[in-house]
């Protein structure tokens, strides 16, 4: 753009800005969203220069704010839509951290609870994932007489678990050293 057009640009913007202004703000009926709009007028406007016919400019920037207004109701549309939408989507239930804090320190205060030997062979099964044949072996026993001991140490596991559901309080506070700790 050269000076010319700058001082064109100028008094295009000086001559029509209150009737682009008025136009829009009927049209809006005084939203915030006004503003952005006349500028957004004149933006194009001032990228468009030299297409502005010099005979029909205001026509040419009525024109120019209604597209620019049809752009801004559809945004709006969009941006409803979108409300309504999420609106709908069932609401999913965020768990509460600490129950599931409780729950760990419960299996924590169970676990803690059985023999040396029961703690070994869920630990076998359980955190490294060994068949029950090479499980057996690690402990020295036979695979039937393994599979015996896993079913009495997990069965024992699930004792002491309904033991902390039916009474957590004191297993929690024990578990985490009690009131006076």
Known sequence: MNAIDEQRFTALYREHHPAVDAYVRRRLGG???????????????????????????????????????????????RRLDLAEEVARQPHAHAADPAEGVAGQLAVAAAFAALSESDREVLRLVS??????????????????????????????????????????????????????A
Do not use: C, M
């Open 31 to 77: 939203s915030p969203a006004s503003d952005d709009v006349v500028a957004e007028v004149f933006l194009t406007a001032w990228r468009k220069l030299e297409a502005i016919p010099r005979k029909a400019v205001l026509p040419w920037l009525y024109a120019t704010a209604r597209r620019t207004l049809e752009n801004t109701y559809r945004a709006e549309r």
């Open 127 to 180: 955190w490294e994932e060994l068949p029950a044949r090479q499980a057996a072996k690690a402990v020295g026993r036979s695979t039937a007489a393994f599979h015996v001991r896993l079913h009495r140490a997990r069965a024992r596991l699930r004792h002491h678990l309904d033991l902390a559901q039916q009474n957590p309080a004191p297993q929690a506070s024990a578990t985490v050293g009690g009131a006076d």
